[in-house]
């Protein structure tokens, strides 16, 4: 290596380590500069928050508790998440999840939207970050929740699962009877929603001799019947299905105890030769008279239907056995329950044999008291 060489390499690493020092010591500064504003560099170090289950879509029991999971446990300044449209009731914390209890119920067969918030934060994680909003739909009641609310607000002659000894026993405040005070609406709602949406395995018994047969769990007559009768009581249109507007009123009835007060009424007709037609009110029969059911060809149907509906007076057209039109104006005192086939006055020699085209016709004078005592949503039954 000659000598004039020399001096370049020793000038080339003086700058180089010069160069290094400085690098050195900006890295320090920089390194202090990072530690005096650490708190917002560490935030975006962390995991960002995730949502790691949500209530279903579809909430079958509007009782139980909604759950939002989040992937670490809920930092102590992390929102709750919400429900809209608000309803009463307390979000808790129970490890990584959220739950909401209503005070009573969510809304049957109504929509709500959950939020979870932007801010929603888990500890050790940084926040959501975006706002997170799902509809929710609450299904309305199964059938055998309508029956046991119709059968405890005395629409059906059923005896519901009760719940004034457990009532009383909640609140601590039962009378002799077992009865539990009126001024406890919240815990009546309480167990008025647990037993719409989970109703009692056993199915209600009857509470009157001759009541008309109840299929658990199925909207047949007797509770279609039932229903209607409700529905027009409480101005709603006695379709005998329950959708929103029904639901809301049935439960605001068992809530406030406004139960049925006209005695249970219904309409047997027998077709054993004397054909007879009595109204029954509850354990008693009020009225009894012979009356005249279809022809061979245009039998009666057998069977539990609900009257759906009433007039003082109309024109019966339709076909005979034969195969010849009717057409009838006039006839009075009409309750339809089951197609073309009604309960209603019309002349004739003598009662008590089938000689209708499917009626059940009786003397005009009964069917007008007859008439008077019945209402749309009464059951006509029908055997032999």
Same mark, same amino acid.
């Given at each position: 290596?000659?000598?004039?060489?020399?001096?370049?390499?020793?000038?080339?690493?003086?700058?180089?380590?010069?160069?290094?020092?400085?690098?050195?010591?900006?890295?320090g500064v920089g390194g202090?500069?990072?530690?005096?504003?650490?708190?917002?560099?560490?935030?975006?170090?962390?995991?960002?928050?995730?949502?790691?289950?949500?209530?279903?879509?579809?909430?079958?029991?509007?009782?139980?508790?909604?759950?939002?999971?989040?992937?670490?446990?809920?930092?102590?300044?992390?929102?709750?998440? $919400?429900?809209?449209?608000?309803?009463?009731?307390?979000?808790?914390?129970?490890?990584?999840?959220?739950?909401?209890?209503?005070?009573?119920?969510?809304?049957?067969?109504?929509?709500?939207?959950?939020?979870?918030?932007?801010?929603?934060?888990?500890?050790?994680?940084?926040?959501?970050?975006?706002?997170?909003?799902?509809?929710?739909?609450?299904?309305?009641?199964?059938?055998r929740g309508l029956q046991?609310?119709?059968?405890?607000?005395?629409?059906?002659?059923?005896?519901?699962?009760?719940?004034?000894?457990?009532?009383?026993?909640?609140?601590?405040?039962?009378?002799?009877?077992?009865?539990?005070?009126?001024?406890?609406?919240?815990?009546?709602?309480?167990?008025?929603?647990?037993?719409?949406?989970?109703?009692?395995?056993?199915?209600?018994?009857?509470?009157? $001799?001759? $009541?008309?047969?109840?299929?658990?769990?199925?909207?047949?007559?007797?509770?279609k019947g039932a229903l209607?009768?409700?529905?027009?009581?409480?101005?709603?249109?006695?379709?005998?299905?329950?959708?929103?507007?029904?639901?809301?009123?049935?439960?605001?009835?068992?809530?406030?105890?406004?139960?049925?007060?006209?005695?249970?009424?219904?309409?047997?007709?027998?077709?054993?030769?004397?054909?007879?037609?009595?109204?029954?009110?509850?354990?008693?029969?009020?009225?009894?008279?012979?009356?005249?059911?279809?022809?061979?060809?245009?039998?009666?149907?057998?069977?539990?239907?609900?009257?759906?509906?009433?007039?003082?007076?109309?024109?019966?057209?339709?076909?005979?056995?034969?195969?010849?039109?009717?057409?009838?104006?006039?006839?009075?005192?009409?309750?339809?329950?089951?197609?073309?086939?009604?309960?209603?006055?019309?002349?004739?020699?003598?009662?008590?044999?089938?000689?209708?085209?499917?009626?059940?016709?009786?003397?005009?004078?009964?069917?007008?008291?007859?008439?008077?005592?019945?209402?749309?949503?009464?059951?006509?039954?029908?055997?032999?």
């Amino acid at each position: 290596m000659s000598v004039s060489k020399l001096p370049r390499r020793l000038t080339l690493i003086a700058v180089l380590s010069i160069g290094l020092l400085g690098v050195g010591i900006g890295a320090g500064v920089g390194g202090l500069e990072s530690h005096m504003t650490s708190a917002s560099d560490t935030v975006g170090l962390l995991p960002a928050t995730r949502i790691t289950a949500l209530p279903r879509p579809t909430i079958l029991n509007g009782v139980t508790p909604l759950r939002v999971r989040l992937s670490g446990v809920p930092a102590p300044f992390s929102p709750h998440p $919400a429900l809209s449209p608000a309803v009463a009731g307390t979000w808790t914390r129970r490890g990584k999840s959220e739950f909401f209890t209503p005070k009573v119920a969510l809304e049957p067969c109504s929509t709500y939207t959950l939020t979870v918030w932007a801010a929603s934060t888990a500890t050790g994680h940084s926040p959501l970050g975006k706002r997170r909003s799902v509809p929710l739909h609450v299904a309305c009641p199964s059938v055998r929740g309508l029956q046991q609310i119709l059968a405890r607000l005395d629409y059906l002659p059923y005896e519901a699962h009760s719940i004034h000894s457990e009532q009383a026993s909640s609140s601590g405040e039962a009378s002799n009877s077992g009865e539990v005070s009126s001024r406890e609406p919240s815990s009546r709602a309480a167990l008025t929603a647990r037993y719409a949406f989970d109703p009692p395995s056993e199915a209600p018994r009857a509470r009157l $001799a001759d $009541a008309p047969a109840l299929e658990y769990g199925e909207l047949d007559g007797t509770t279609k019947g039932a229903l209607m009768v409700f529905q027009s009581d409480h101005g709603i249109e006695p379709t005998g299905t329950p959708e929103s507007a029904t639901w809301q009123a049935l439960f605001k009835a068992a809530v406030h105890d406004e139960r049925n007060h006209d005695s249970y009424t219904f309409v047997t007709v027998t077709e054993s030769i004397p054909e007879t037609l009595e109204v029954h009110r509850g354990n008693h029969v009020v009225l009894s008279t012979p009356a005249n059911t279809g022809v061979a060809g245009a039998e009666t149907a057998q069977g539990i239907f609900p009257i759906f509906s009433r007039f003082t007076s109309t024109t019966m057209v339709g076909t005979n056995p034969d195969g010849t039109k009717y057409s009838d104006p006039g006839v009075p005192w009409v309750n339809y329950f089951n197609g073309g086939d009604a309960v209603h006055g019309f002349p004739r020699g003598s009662y008590g044999t089938p000689q209708s085209n499917g009626c059940v016709e009786l003397p005009i004078s009964t069917a007008e008291t007859v008439f008077g005592m019945l209402k749309l949503g009464d059951i006509v039954e029908v055997t032999s």
